[in-house]
Each structure stands twice: as structure tokens, then as C-alpha cells.
């Protein structure tokens, strides 16, 4: 039996898997060579970067502070939500992090207080 924490997880990973593609370009599972790429710029990002966390409890500023250093997130909100209420922005980068985690664009752990999203083959080669 699952705990209804992991439910309500798992239902929000299916919920957010669903809608994905109401906000944001498909994600083509395989991609084809010199064919433009709406999220390789945010996946360059991770793999620069490496690691992104966010924690349960930041305070607002920290937490809008972190979303934005991820600058291509903007880029995409821009390009593919450019009328979306400015209130609700930082609900749709992390809708975009998230989203891109249930396409296995991004790898997405859960650590005692928050989540750490990965670039997915960094986060490959860590766990061997």
C-alpha cells in the first residue's frame, strides 16, 4: 500500500504530465539532428549547472531568486506564455521543471526538505 502523500504525488506528476502540452511545445521523445529545440537552451543549463534544489520552505524572495537564475526558464515562459499573468510566473517555471521531469527530460530526487532537479544523464552517471 502506498502512503497518501506518495498518491497525491503521484497524481500531481500525472496532472502536471497532462497539461504540459496545453502551455509549452510537445516534447518529441526522439529528436532529429539540426531540427530546432525549444528546451535544449534550459537543458545546456543543467548540464553546465549541474544540480538545481529547491526547498520546501523558502521564504518567497529566496525561492524567486533561485527560479530566476535559471534564465532560460523566462526565455521559454516568454516565447510560449508570453500573456500569462506576470502574478503566476514563478508557478510556471516550476510547472516547466516538473513538466519536463514527467517527459524523463529532467530527473527530479526528493531530499528531506525539497527536490533537486538533475540534467537527466548527469544525474545517470552519479548513481552508478
Known sequence: QEGAAVVALHLLE????????DYFPKVEKLEKPNTPNPY?????WFLTEG????????PDAVYQKK???IKPLQKIIDTYQPDFPKSDTYFLKEFLLWGLVSYKKLSKNRFTTGYQ??????DFIRKL
Open 14 to 21: 500525472e496532472a502536471v504530465h497532462t497539461m504540459f502540452t
Open 51 to 58: 544540480n538545481f534544489e529547491l526547498s520546501d520552505e523558502l
Open 67 to 69: 527560479l530566476d537564475s
Open 117 to 122: 532537479f538533475n540534467d537527466v544523464y548527469g
Open 40 to 44: 535544449q537552451e534550459l537543458m545546456e
